[in-house]
């Protein structure tokens, strides 16, 4: 039996020292996209190609945001989703690296709440956030094959280089309208 969706209200808070655990739980999504486990929670934070995405957060610079269900028990706010930035240097660069100052997107939503929109509203205010902050452009890397490319190209996202097995992504925050303020 299928696990059943929450249509309850959703909202958004910004990610602190104490979500590390769940960014953990949402890196593994990430590299668990295609619902295979191809990696467990113990291999994602040995591997330095993997733990750097969340090793040490919140460190300065980082930026993050915590998609949760407002619904949950006793007003419980159950973290559902995450969005976070993080720049890496040329000489430990993450998977979409594309330069030291362009912070790399790592974004997860919980299986269960996928196709609600969560994700594209999550990208949203994380652009708001990082064009505020005078970042002028956002890298990810995404596997081929995996649905998620589809939500990054349709925001805006476009190719900066293609690997043999993922795609290099680059959003412009000085020419895009994602996170631009409302008219």
Known sequence: ??????????GVRPAGPEDAEFLVD??????????EERYTRKQV?????????VAGWQREGDLGLIAVDLAGPSGLQIPIGAAWLRRFPARNPGFGFVAEDVPEL???VAPHQRGRGIGAGLLRSL???????GIERISLSVEHG???KDLYTSLGFTTYSE???ATTLVLDLRTSPLGQPAR
């Open 1 to 10: 039996m299928a696990e059943q969706v929450r249509q309850g209200p959703v």
């Open 26 to 35: 949402m890196l593994l999504q990430c590299v668990n996209w295609s619902g």
């Open 45 to 53: 934070l040995k591997d330095k190609a993997t733990s750097l995405y």
């Open 106 to 108: 790592a974004m997860a």
């Open 127 to 133: 652009a708001t956030k990082a064009r505020e902050q």
């Open 146 to 148: 995996n649905p998620a």
């Open 163 to 165: 690997q043999e097995k």
